[in-house]
């Protein structure tokens, strides 16, 4: 499956995406995707490798965030699925002003001589999720159990997905695993909360929303 790191049986990661990292869940009622690649081509990418792990294809997307790095690339799905994610990012999709802002994708795939894809990210709607929580919800997809948490810190919305069959969190950008995580709507009281909830699950496998997978070491270092 090329640069994508399986994690477990059921659990994959990939790092190498332009901007946010992404996960997927294979579980009996489909593929799970957590967060989805901001560029068209990386996210049919993307799909069209976690797609055959499940007969019934890709058929939920959690998306942690509402910056657009991690709703961007839903835009992109081919398959219908059910998206869910917190109300934040329902809300802010909602308004219709753009303010999850694509500008940054679009000018900088522009630079990068990507005009065909600039002009795609531009163009598609972002669609609402269909499923918000408030705070926290629990999926229950067998043999999986998908313990969503909105814990802020980043931004109002930052959620993390711990999965405790598995050991393995999506800390979203929780854990930046990278210099200089961004502030812009932060929350530096919560985000040390978040990062002591996730101590205290003590996960074997930290996926942060940017850098490379780590451990513990990493999320006691950032807070």
């Not at 946010?20 to 593929?31: F, M, P, Y």
């Not at 995707?33 to 068209?40: E, T």
């Not at 049919?44 to 965030?65: C, F, K, M, N």
């Amino acid at each position: 499956m090329g640069g994508v790191e399986k994690l477990s049986g059921r659990l994959y990661a990939e790092t190498a995406y332009d901007w946010a990292n992404v996960g997927a869940a294979v579980t009996e009622a489909g593929v799970v995707l957590i967060d989805c690649p901001v560029r068209p081509t990386d996210s049919l990418h993307w799909q069209g490798e976690v797609r055959g792990l499940s007969p019934l294809g890709i058929r939920y997307l959690i998306a942690t965030d509402y910056h657009g790095d991690h709703t961007t690339g839903s835009s992109f799905i081919e398959d219908e699925v059910t998206f869910i994610a917190p109300q934040y990012v329902f809300e802010d999709i909602t308004k219709g002003d753009n303010t999850f802002s694509k500008e940054i994708f679009v000018k900088t795939l522009e630079d990068r001589g990507f005009s065909e894809e600039a002009r795609q990210i531009a163009e598609a709607a972002v669609p609402p999720p269909q499923v918000c929580f408030e705070d926290s919800m629990i999926l229950h997809l067998e043999p999986l159990t998908f313990e969503v948490r909105r814990m802020g810190g980043h931004s109002p919305a930052t959620s993390s997905v711990f999965i405790p069959e598995e050991g393995v969190i999506f800390a979203s950008d929780i854990v930046i695993n990278e210099p200089c995580p961004g502030l812009r709507d932060a929350n530096l009281k919560e985000w040390i909360e978040a990062l002591t909830f996730i101590e205290g699950l003590s996960p074997g496998r930290v996926i942060p929303g940017h850098g490379a997978i780590c451990g513990m070491d990493e999320v006691r270092g950032l807070r």
